[in-house]
């Protein structure tokens, strides 16, 4: 009987939901396409992939040009295999679509889980993914919530979008 009860208590201590259990469902929802990656890079990898599907959403349009924007920005910037990426960016634009995106949660899972690097390698893909067309005031303003979050200054922010410059809708329109 002891065996029994430390197997299942040890299959239970190992299950998704025990491991991160403050995790949102949106958030294991997309986490549990990413299985093949590293326990502790999947966490960063879904959030990532959420907030990406959040900026291409800012405009209350996900098409399928950003769709496809995304899933090569999780294989090229993130090193997802494609098939992956294929997946996480389909569920991602349908999660988002549906209204399922908890950025509190996203944003407190990424400060424990994730690095200084990986939060900027993280701000460069919102940058990117926002640059498919031209960097829209939204995009800029919900990128800039996700730098707050992270506990990023404003000249830190500034610099990082420095890189992205030229897709600056705000900058262009000065310019004219």
Same mark, same amino acid.
């Given at each position: 009987?002891?065996?029994?009860?430390?197997?299942?208590?040890?299959? @239970?201590?190992?299950?998704? &939901?025990?491991? $991160?259990?403050?995790?949102?469902?949106? +958030? /294991? !929802?997309?986490?549990?396409?990413? %299985?093949?990656?590293?326990?502790?890079?999947?966490?960063?990898?879904?959030?990532?992939?959420?907030?990406?599907?959040?900026?291409?959403?800012?405009?209350?349009?996900?098409?399928?040009?950003?769709?496809?924007?995304?899933?090569?920005?999780?294989?090229?910037?993130?090193?997802?295999?494609?098939?992956?990426?294929?997946?996480?960016?389909?569920?991602?634009?349908? @999660?988002?679509?549906?209204? &399922?995106?908890? $950025?509190?949660?996203?944003?407190?899972? +990424? /400060? !424990?889980?994730?690095?200084?690097? %990986?939060?900027?390698?993280?701000?460069?893909?919102?940058?990117?993914?926002?640059?498919?067309?031209?960097?829209?005031?939204?995009?800029?303003?919900?990128?800039?919530?996700?730098?707050?979050?992270?506990?990023?200054?404003?000249?830190?922010?500034?610099?990082?979008?420095?890189?992205?410059?030229?897709?600056?809708?705000?900058?262009?329109?000065?310019?004219?």
């Amino acid at each position: 009987m002891t065996k029994w009860l430390s197997n299942w208590l040890s299959n @239970l201590q190992s299950s998704n &939901h025990l491991r $991160n259990p403050n995790l949102s469902p949106t +958030l /294991k !929802k997309v986490e549990s396409h990413l %299985e093949g990656y590293p326990e502790e890079r999947r966490v960063f990898l879904a959030a990532s992939a959420l907030l990406m599907g959040r900026i291409a959403y800012a405009d209350s349009d996900f098409s399928s040009e950003e769709k496809e924007r995304l899933k090569e920005i999780l294989e090229q910037e993130l090193r997802l295999d494609s098939e992956t990426a294929g997946h996480v960016a389909s569920l991602t634009k349908e @999660l988002i679509e549906e209204g &399922h995106a908890e $950025n509190h949660i996203i944003f407190r899972q +990424l /400060k !424990k889980t994730s690095d200084r690097s %990986e939060q900027i390698q993280l701000l460069r893909c919102l940058l990117a993914m926002a640059s498919e067309d031209d960097i829209t005031q939204i995009e800029d303003m919900e990128i800039r919530k996700v730098a707050d979050a992270l506990g990023f200054t404003h000249r830190e922010y500034i610099d990082l979008r420095s890189e992205y410059r030229e897709f600056l809708s705000v900058l262009k329109a000065k310019s004219s």
